[in-house]
């Protein structure tokens, strides 16, 4: 199957600090990605779709100007978190959907820790 | 988007075959039904989709019976590596092209014992 990195796998930080998550497709064009948050022992949150050259769409709830996505490229997504606080602690997961199949990969996910 | 109902848990032994069921009442027309595997700390894995009657790849079977309200995912002979989260998804893919995004249920916790 497709194979979807993301970068880092794990990151702490200080309150009040940025961080980007990069989610990368190595061996598809992606038109559409998607972010997920999921807290422990919770499922997967949906939190913004893109496409590429276009706005994010973001989930109610959701932030857009706390979480800033950006999709580059159709192989490239990150994820900005903006002045992080610690209820800002979560597993971050990209996906990308493959433009012909329809199918949606995801990537392995990324361990914020906001001290 | 139609939601799904699974059970929380369930546990098995090694080398028995474990069904999970999930309730997709609301499922529209042209809504496939996925299913994921998820390991801690870990992006979900797709596991297998389906539309009607019966799909079977290399790890699982997923029957669909003909009202599509219900599906069952078939895991033959679990190992300890089948301890996992599963979840059932519908939506997600449409005839020509991409329709709707994939939202996660709670999922079944599925513990395989020795």
């Known amino acids: 199957g497709a194979v979807v990195s993301q970068h880092p796998s794990w990151v702490i930080c200080k309150s009040g600090t940025s961080v980007k998550i990069e989610c990368r497709s190595l061996d598809f064009q992606a038109t559409t990605m998607f972010w997920y948050r999921q807290f422990p022992k919770q499922s997967l949150m949906l939190m913004a779709t893109s496409n590429e050259g276009s706005k994010a769409t973001y989930e109610q709830g959701v932030e857009k100007d706390k979480f800033l996505i950006n999709h580059a490229s159709l192989t490239l997504s990150t994820l900005t978190v903006t002045s992080a606080h610690p209820e800002d602690s979560s597993f971050y997961i990209c996906?990308?959907?493959?433009?012909?199949?329809?199918?949606?990969?995801f990537g392995p996910g990324t361990r914020l820790t906001v001290l | 988007l139609a939601k799904t109902t699974q059970p929380i848990s369930m546990d098995s032994y090694e080398g028995q075959e474990v069904n999970i069921t999930c309730s997709h009442n609301n499922i529209a027309t042209n809504d496939y039904i996925t299913w994921y595997q998820q390991f801690p700390s870990q992006g979900p894995r797709f596991i297998i989709q389906?539309?009607?009657t019966k799909v079977t790849n290399e790890v699982a079977s997923l029957f669909i019976p003909a009202d599509r309200k219900s599906s069952t995912l078939s895991l033959p002979r679990v190992s300890l590596s089948d301890t996992a989260v599963y979840y059932c998804?519908?939506?997600?893919?449409?005839?020509?092209?991409?329709?709707?995004?994939?939202?996660f249920g709670k999922g079944t916790k599925l513990s395989v014992k020795p």
């Open positions: 996906s990308f959907k493959e433009g012909r199949s329809d199918e949606q990969f």
């Open positions: 998804l519908v939506g997600g893919r449409g005839y020509g092209g991409s329709q709707g995004n994939l939202i």
């Open positions: 389906g539309y009607k």
